[in-house]
Each structure stands twice: as structure tokens, then as C-alpha cells.
């Protein structure tokens, strides 16, 4: 017989490799009732090649206190300030800008979460993310 589930799901944000049990990360995880330090250690191991980069994880909490939880791709945010190397987006992003994204580089990123985003092609999800992009203060070549 399947697991009864208690929380349906909910969803957090670490670093991969490096998340530890201190606020937000295990008082979110304390109040649905996971350990958070099994939570952090089986996280850890599972994003250990991520080495940092900030990751979202859907985790479903049963009425025995086990868990499942599922990586997703970082955001992308997060993917393309690591394509531009940059630290943080633009404050005022209509006027400022911080950087420009390629096609190509554009379109790594709409790869790697083509899994995840709802386009039909990647096309359509690379002009979602251009406009993620925009609203960071990064210009984008023509799609």
C-alpha cells in the first residue's frame, strides 16, 4: 500500500553541496515535519557536483516523517549570471544595463531547463528567458 502524504509538497531553495541546517533552510523543513539534518545530508550528497549554485528542490513530506524530495535545475537568474559571470542583476534594469547574453549562450540555458519550463520549443523558452534577462538589467541578441 502507497504512503499516506501529510504535506503535499513544498518547495526550497539551497545551494547545492553546501546547504546546512541553519535559517531558512531547516526551520522551513522543522514546521513540515522533516528532519533537517538527514534532509541536509542526503540533499548535500545529491547536488555535491553543483558546488554552490543555488538549486530548487520540491520535497513530499509522509505521515511516517519520510521524505522524497526532487532537484530541479537552478533558476534562471542564477544560470545566467554564472553565463555572465556577474554578481548580481542591474538595480535599475531600463536604464542600467550589466551585460548581454549571445544567442548561443542563451541557448544553453534554455536547454538545460527544457525539462522544466512549459515551451513548446526551445525557441519559445530561449524568449522566455531573454525576458528574465531584461528584467535583470541584460540585453539579448535577436532570437
Known amino acids: 500500500m502507497a504512503k499516506k ?36 545530508q542526503q540533499f548535500n550528497e545529491r547536488t555535491r557536483q553543483l558546488n554552490g549554485k543555488v538549486v530548487g528542490c520540491v520535497i513530499t513530506v509522509y505521515q511516517d516523517r519520510t521524505f522524497e524530495f526532487e532537484v530541479k535545475s537552478p533558476p534562471a537568474a542564477v544560470l545566467i549570471k554564472d553565463a555572465l559571470k556577474l554578481e548580481k542583476g542591474s538595480g535599475v534594469p531600463n536604464k542600467d544595463k550589466v551585460g548581454n547574453l549571445t544567442k548561443d549562450q542563451l541557448r544553453a540555458i534554455a536547454q538545460e531547463k527544457q ?12 524568449r522566455t528567458i531573454a525576458g528574465t534577462a531584461r528584467s535583470m538589467g541584460v540585453t539579448c541578441d535577436e532570437i
Do not use: W
Request: proline residues 12%; hydrophobic residues 40%.
Open 115 to 126: 525539462k522544466e519550463m512549459t515551451g513548446h520549443t526551445v525557441e519559445a523558452i530561449m
Open 5 to 40: 502524504i501529510i504535506t503535499s509538497q513544498f518547495k526550497i531553495q539551497a545551494p547545492g553541496g553546501q546547504a546546512t541546517p541553519a535559517p531558512p533552510i531547516g526551520p522551513a523543513l522543522g514546521q513540515h515535519g522533516v528532519n533537517p539534518g538527514q534532509f541536509i
